[in-house]
């Protein structure tokens, strides 16, 4: 069984930062993708950043330049690096991670999310 939890998340003023983690535990061979998608009220969930086990990064456009995603593959664990906060970034953050575990001699990915995090970005 693999968990995958969040933690940062929080109140902050427009312009502010705010920093979210991410673990993942269980029984993990490895992990490829690990992201960061989130979902406002009324709106459908969304990308904001991937990173690849290589160190490869993509992001949505609207936080390109403000949020910085990063890992620690050691730790099993993404972070993302938010400044510059906008109220229109208010939103349950999600993590997601693309992880291959054992099943008994066979290896089976599977895409596995967190429980999510509120952002809410107010004045």
């Known amino acids: 069984q693999v968990h995958l939890v969040e933690s940062g998340g929080g109140l902050v003023q427009p312009g502010g930062s705010l920093r979210l983690s991410c673990t993942a535990s269980?029984?993990?061979?490895?992990?490829?993708?690990m992201g960061w998608y989130r979902q406002a009220p009324g709106k459908q969930r969304e990308l904001v950043a991937i990173i690849l086990s290589g160190g490869s990064t993509n992001y949505a456009n609207s936080v390109k330049g403000r949020f910085t995603i990063s890992r620690d593959n050691a730790k099993n664990t993404t972070y993302l690096q938010m400044n510059d906060l906008r109220p229109e970034d208010t939103a349950v953050y999600y993590c997601?991670?693309?992880?291959?575990?054992?099943?008994?001699?066979?290896?089976?990915?599977?895409?596995?999310w967190g429980q999510g995090t509120q952002v809410t970005v107010s004045s």
């Open positions: 269980g029984s993990i061979f490895s992990i490829n993708v």
């Open positions: 997601t991670g693309a992880i291959t575990t054992m099943k008994g001699l066979s290896p089976q990915a599977d895409d596995y």
